[in-house]
């Protein structure tokens, strides 16, 4: 048992909202921003997105090429490991399952993990099963409008299960790999997976 | 515990922490409070002693719509017990051996971090030759003179060390006479205050989103690495400072 807090209360949250929150976790009506560094900003008409696989065949789009792909409409909650959490959050994007079999036409492999390499230098890992089967896509419309670069616009990573430094902002790149090598904050003291339910915020926790 | 005021909104809590493991300048802890039905919260907030300092100290903010802050600011007193995890974060620190120039720039609250930076310089600075090969400067954003924090301890660093300059603007209300700046951090402000890019200083902004973001992309603007810049934002996005 943890130390009581002389004289602490709190806010309880709603007991709707109690359910949906991960356990440290507590909701937030606004859109923070966390960022490592300054927000880069990259045109469209350089913009494109690559699936590149570990024995190095690749397929990559423009952005109206993926401008042409199928999107779904996604809503969702949102967990930061900084403690907030935001409900019913709607974004547009493209499935990573789509992405996926378009890439395995031009012979793009998959392998057990995934390194999301983004703008600015950012990396993430994320396994692949946790990247198919409708859990992540790349998002560009927030909120019925084109993302914000400060929000990653223009496109970022959308995988709500994990906490949200997986979802990588400014995001260009999907690379297989083979091992779980780890990312920008796996690489400085953060879980290696970032399961909000399982509050597995950093190195170290179960 | 101890509790000392800052600023009217602002409390420093120090902490005697028993197996502290260390930390870097920069670096922030979790606080988890319990109430006694056992309901919980946690919150983050930054480490604003040096690594060399044997009690913890963490400054914060009363949030006038904060769960945690504001227990922290006004019901927290001398002897009770906080928990705390930590220390978290690897990326926006700063040691001596990193070297500079060091280039910091802060809003509000976000000077906290970058206080643990200068205290480090400052005590590592005094028992090296490491002075001359680190110069720092600190431009700091605050709406009035009552709200700068760590107001008589910036002075007192900058009158016993001059590799130091702290330049202020006050963006709500100036004192009489105030000569320093008067507006939010701009391009120009930070073309003015900043090293050029060609010295490669080592930049850290922390404050409220649209401090940092404006801050941040005048100085690649200005030609500065964008690895070389590193950035802490707090709040949302459009809020005013």
Known sequence: MPPISRGFRGRRPTSDAASRLPPGQYETRDFPVLSAGPTPRTSLDKWDFTLRSTAGKSARWSWDEFQKLPREKITTDIHCVTKWSKFGTSWEGVSIDTLLAEAAKQGVEPSPYVMARSDGGYTTNVPLADLAAGKAWIAFIYDGAPLHPEHGGPARLLVPHLYFWKSAKWVRELRMMDENTPGFWESLGYHIYGDPWREQRYAGDE | ?241
């Open chain 2, 1 to 241: 515990m101890d509790v000392v005021a800052e600023t009217p909104r602002t409390r420093t809590v120090i902490l005697d922490v028993p197996d502290w493991p260390g930390h870097r300048a920069g670096q922030h802890v979790d606080v988890r409070l319990t109430a006694e039905d056992g309901y919980q919260t946690e919150r983050s907030y930054s480490i604003a002693s040096p690594p060399e300092e044997r009690n913890l100290s963490l400054t914060v903010e009363r949030l006038e719509e904060g769960e945690v802050s504001p227990y922290l600011t006004e019901e927290l007193r001398a002897g009770d017990k906080l928990e705390i995890r930590g220390p978290i974060g690897g990326y926006f620190v700063w040691d001596i051996s990193t070297g500079g120039p060091l280039l910091l720039i802060a809003g509000g609250s976000g000077i906290v971090p970058l206080m643990a930076m200068l205290r480090h310089r400052d005590i590592a600075i005094r028992s090296s030759t490491a002075r001359h090969q680190t110069p720092a400067r600190l431009l700091y954003s605050s709406r009035r003179w009552d709200e700068i924090i760590y107001r008589e301890e910036l002075e007192k660093l900058t009158r016993t060390d001059d590799t130091l300059e702290v330049m202020h603007t006050l963006t709500r209300e100036q004192p009489e006479g105030w000569t320093g700046f008067r507006r939010r951090i701009d391009r120009m402000m930070l073309a003015e205050v900043a090293w050029p890019a060609s010295e490669q200083p080592r930049v850290f902004v922390c404050g409220p989103t649209p401090l940092v973001e404006s801050a941040a992309a005048s100085l690649v603007d200005l030609g500065h690495l964008p690895s070389l810049v590193k950035t802490e934002r707090f709040g949302p996005t459009g809020s005013t400072s």
